[in-house]
């Protein structure tokens, strides 16, 4: 156990694991070792050779069959060589399934696909075989209702294949139905197990609040009463309630008062373990590193020579979680590592198991054909098929769609800068249009007095603001002044003999522009038209036409370029090239 520790997180795949074998199989263990004990004895098997076992198993009734292989496998105790012996016997029980069986036999045919599919799922790490066995055996307790043919570790097994196929949501219904169908059964005490796994599930996959309804039911459930399993489950659901709610210290309580109610029965040692790592957990959610330390430790002592199956990732992810909280991000990390390492080690081939692998994996043909094997593949193959062609439909028609909006705004895009460019230019020719004629009526007596006479308006500030603004436009037109880099409003207010207040005006009301923006636009003309201007071989640089127009920087002078055109500088050359 020391070599499997630095990690921390909820996780509860392993713990799910590990209380399905334990608890489910435990109770078929002993339903199946009274009835042994009941029919008859069976021959030592340890040193049986299979064919000798087979040979002997050939004289037995399904009922007896079925009995045998259990009583090898669901012992505590049972070694792994054992477990194995006991698989020969399920296979032989498996091709029992192949001729037409009495009712009595279907109904035993159901708990022994139920439990070599456990066998599958922890020992042979074969999901994939164990599909079409819970299938079948989920469809004959369909088929015969109540009749006390509850199996717990069908709705379980196929719950975890569910989650092991990332649909947590399927699992947690199957769990629900599982439920369900206790309750209406001739035993609901078994129906503890399966909302147990269903807790634990949904806790794992942070969907507690979605079985909230459940757990209402649960507490009100006569049915469910009795037996310390119960108490277990009545602490946890308490524990739940308030984790969700955030009160750590009522869900550390409850998950403490759990802990009393935990023996043998269900094996104690994995469920105290599991108890004791949401208790960490919880006290981490709290803050509480040195409860939280404590707690690990016990769980990791409870643990120490169990395998992989059996807790060491939920407890790695929890000492994880653990360091990251207390600062020590190396060994955090480290424990993030080894938990990858292992999740992969444990889960790689049953969460990436596709329906291919399902195709051409599942061996258990050879045992029965009655199991609808083929079917079941082509139903999940079907299903698969049908998402990815939705997916692939969905993802092309977005393609198509994002493509033609982009190819619509870059055509609009381009049109726009085209008529930018239009304007700019006709703006430009009209400025050279106007500072010609500007520049013949300079000499005309007539224009000379008619600037004194605007002046002498303004003196007696009973000028039109018009008039004002109109002796601005013509001084901007032709002065140079406005492109040295420190123009100022000031200076046209002495140039022009109008005070700053009268200039500001004139411009505010008949271009809706202040001063700044007012300037910006005419020196930007002019920089239009230097770039404009064709002199092959001296087209001067950006650097050198913003000097020229009265701008320090280059930055500077873009951003204006920009705000006044709607085009930057390259833009608006690349149109130059394209629009002669």
């Not at 008619?450 to 039109?464: C, F, P, V």
């Amino acid at each position: 156990m020391a070599k499997a520790t630095e990690n921390g997180g909820l996780d509860f795949k392993i713990l799910m694991r590990t209380l399905q074998k334990n608890i489910i199989l435990l109770l078929i263990a002993i339903v199946a070792v009274f009835a042994c004990k009941a029919e008859r004895t069976f021959p030592d098997i340890k040193s049986m050779p299979e064919k000798e076992i087979k040979r002997y198993a050939e004289s037995l009734t399904i009922k007896e069959l079925k009995i045998w292989a259990d009583s090898l496998y669901f012992p505590a105790d049972s070694k792994a060589e054992i477990r194995e012996k006991a698989e020969i016997l399920y296979k032989e029980l498996m091709q029992r399934a192949m001729v037409p069986l009495s009712a009595d036999d279907e109904k035993t045919m159901a708990r022994g696909y139920s439990n070599y599919a456990t066998y599958l799922i922890f020992d042979k790490n074969d999901p994939v075989q164990a599909y079409p066995l819970l299938r079948q055996s989920l469809e004959l307790m369909e088929k015969y209702k109540d009749d006390g043919l509850l199996v717990v570790g069908a709705y379980t097994n196929m719950a975890h294949l569910y989650a092991n196929f990332n649909d947590t949501k399927r699992a947690l219904r199957h769990l629900e139905k599982g439920l369900k169908k206790s309750q209406e059964s001739s035993e609901p005490k078994r129906g503890g197990y399966i909302y147990s796994q269903l807790l634990l599930m949904a806790w794992e996959a942070d969907m507690l609040s979605e079985i909230r309804p459940v757990m209402q039911e649960f507490k009100k459930s006569p049915g469910l009463k009795g037996g310390k399993l119960y108490q277990v489950n009545v602490e946890h659901t308490k524990a739940a309630e308030a984790y969700l709610e955030g009160d750590y210290a009522t869900a550390s309580r409850h998950l403490e008062e759990s802990t009393k109610h935990i023996d043998a029965d269900f094996d104690k040692e994995i469920y105290l373990a599991m108890t004791k790592l949401m208790l960490a957990d919880t006290y981490l959610r709290a803050n509480d590193t040195e409860l939280a330390r404590k707690t690990i430790d016990e769980a990791e002592r409870i643990l120490d020579g169990y395998n992989e199956l059996n807790g060491n990732e939920f407890l790695i992810k929890i000492k994880a979680r653990y360091y990251g909280t207390i600062g020590r991000e190396d060994l955090a990390r480290e424990c993030e590592l080894r938990e990858y390492e292992l999740r992969d080690s444990l889960y790689s081939a049953r969460n990436m198991t596709t329906i291919s692998d399902l195709e051409q994996d599942m061996v258990t043909t050879k045992y029965t054909a009655e199991l609808r094997e083929s079917q079941l593949r082509q139903e999940v193959l079907q299903e698969k098929n049908k998402r990815q062609r939705v997916v692939i439909v969905i993802i092309g028609i977005t393609a198509i769609i994002i493509i033609t909006l982009l190819l619509t705004l870059i055509v609009k895009g381009r049109r726009l800068n085209e008529a930018r460019y239009d304007l700019i230019r006709k703006d430009v020719d009209l400025s050279l249009e106007k500072r010609k004629h500007a520049q013949t009526e300079k000499d005309a007596p007539e224009a000379g007095a008619e600037k004194e006479a605007i002046k002498e308006l303004a003196d007696n500030e009973t000028e039109s603001l018009s008039a004002i603004f109109g002796t601005i436009c013509d001084f901007m037109d032709e002065s140079k002044e406005i492109y040295e880099p420190g123009f100022s409003i000031e200076q046209m207010s002495e140039t022009l003999g109008l005070s700053v207040r009268q200039i500001s005006r004139a411009i505010n009301l008949h271009s809706a522009k202040n001063f700044s923006l007012f300037l910006s636009e005419y020196r930007i003309r002019e920089a239009c038209r230097i770039l404009l201007e064709d002199t092959p071989g001296i087209r001067p640089t950006i650097e050198q036409v913003a000097e020229r127009v009265g701008y320090r920087s280059r930055s500077h002078f873009s951003r204006t370029f920009k705000t006044v055109t709607g085009l930057t500088t390259t833009e608006f050359l690349r149109q130059k090239e394209h629009r002669p």
